[in-house]
């Protein structure tokens, strides 16, 4: 179980990084869309307006906000460490909890927008699968 509770860990540092990342994502888009729609401006002669671009900026945080499933991850990680403290009947209570935080990390990785954000949910996919491995023998 001692390397159940460091691969625990490990995750909750990979769901720290992503927090970390996660605000940046949103800034290099609106920086991304100011520099394209300038570009359009510039070549059309089109009338930009700040209020359009803030929409848009709005409506692609919207989509890739993953705080919600960031908050899941912390909760179900602590919920995590609390079944392993139990000494019976822990092993179906940690496989549903890691299938939680299998759903979580996936639709992390599919709303983020950004690379860094993808590779470290992918990582997390990947230290529950040892997780899993691990569970497997407890009962």
């Known amino acids: 179980q001692k390397h159940i509770v460091s691969v625990a860990v490990e995750i909750a540092e990979q769901l720290r ?7 940046q994502t949103i800034k290099e888009y609106k920086f991304k869309l100011e520099q394209r729609l300038k570009k359009l401006v510039d070549t059309r002669s089109h009338n930009l307006q700040a209020n359009e ?12 906000d993953i705080t919600e499933e960031t908050q899941r991850i912390s909760s179900h990680l602590t919920e995590f460490t609390d079944i392993l403290k139990r000494s019976e009947n822990i092993g179906k209570n940690l496989e549903f909890i890691v299938q ?8 992390i990785a599919s709303k983020a927008n950004d690379n860094k954000i993808v590779s470290v949910a992918v990582g997390i996919k990947n230290n529950l699968e040892k997780i899993k491995e691990q569970i497997q023998n407890i009962e």
């Open 53 to 64: 671009l803030a929409r848009e900026i709005a409506l692609f945080a919207d989509k890739c």
């Open 17 to 23: 990084k992503i927090e970390k990342f996660a605000p």
């Open 100 to 107: 939680e935080l299998f759903r979580e990390a996936n639709t």
